[in-house]
């Protein structure tokens, strides 16, 4: 690509390319690829013999983009947004949208609010495949771990856009015969008194998510790096935690504590790659992502 002569590139090795840069390894691109290591390294090696450049820099740390790398990395992107925005045209039923999209979240979110949401734009697209990766971090799009994501605070950088879904309430909650059994609650410094269930310190990912940081509470006694595990700790009668609204139907004998004088607001955001602005498919799954959530998130708060 330095020099004057003519580049000689096809799309099949683009996708080798993309794959390596994304996984930033020969292994884990055969991996993603389904196709053996030696053929990624071979497709590699024409590529950059067809640009007359090196693409990658390898180092005990894995395979790194270099200058030529990433000059070629934003045409590639866009090529195969053409790709698929091409097989997309040429497969899909007028009006239905087709082909994979695959979500991150946060487990609270994942576990209590997207499989409805999700199953309803299915439902509504047969050709739709749709795929929920719950993980308690951050999802880097640009690796294309997923083709979005759900975060509760909005990046700062990287090529990304960020649209704000919607705010949603959480508040100290219980099950109802834990606070029958154990000393009453009239104020935020008796927590002290009980059993504390919340995120394990050190794995809080976002400050978002340190909740428990404004109740004076003592030490968690029981932590856990997921949601889910959190609540289902609290239906077991093991003591107080933080509960998002939207999840307390999930749990009927759960009750909220001091709900007239500690609650928290927080907020969900629809993180993309730039890119990805290009593709009408991932347009229109966002915005059905977007008003399912705002929905979701509406009803069952009213109903908890």
């Not at 950088?157 to 000393?183: F, M």
């Not at 919340?198 to 029981?222: C, K, N, Q, S, W």
Request: neutral net charge; contains cysteine.
């Amino acid at each position: 690509m330095t020099g004057a002569g003519a580049v000689n590139v096809n799309w099949d090795d683009l996708k080798v390319f993309l794959a390596v840069a994304r996984a930033e390894s020969i292994s884990g691109a055969g991996r993603s690829l389904r196709i053996d290591p030696a053929t990624v390294g071979r497709r590699v090696a024409r590529l950059e013999e067809g640009c007359g450049a090196p693409l990658f820099a390898k180092s005990p740390q894995g395979y790194s983009l270099t200058v030529d790398g990433q000059r070629l990395l934003a045409h590639a992107e866009r090529a195969e947004q053409a790709v698929i925005g091409a097989e997309e045209e040429l497969q899909g039923e007028p009006g239905q949208l087709t082909g994979q999209v695959r979500i991150g979240a946060p487990d609270g979110c994942a576990t209590y609010l997207l499989p409805q949401v999700c199953a309803r734009i299915a439902a509504e697209n047969p050709g739709l495949d749709m795929q929920i990766i719950a993980l308690p971090r951050v999802f880097n799009l640009s690796k294309r771990e997923a083709d979005m994501a759900v975060a509760v605070s909005a990046p700062a950088s990287g090529r990304l856009t960020v649209q704000k879904i919607t705010d949603y309430q959480l508040h100290l909650a219980a099950h109802r015969r834990y606070l029958r059994q154990n000393p009453p609650i009239e104020s935020l410094d008796d927590l002290k008194h009980h059993r504390i269930i919340g995120y394990i310190p050190d794995m809080i990912f976002d400050p978002e998510l340190d909740y428990l940081a404004g109740t004076g509470a003592g030490r968690v006694a029981l932590a856990s790096n997921s949601v889910s595990v959190q609540i289902n700790m609290i239906r077991q009668m093991a003591g107080i935690g933080i509960v998002h609204d939207f999840a307390l139907a999930s749990a009927p004998r759960v009750v909220w504590v001091l709900a007239d004088r500690f609650s928290l607001t927080r907020s969900f955001y629809l993180i993309r790659h730039a890119d990805d602005r290009r593709v009408e498919r991932l347009n229109r799954v966002a915005e059905a992502l977007t008003e399912g959530l705002r929905a979701e998130v509406a009803e069952l708060q009213a109903a908890g």
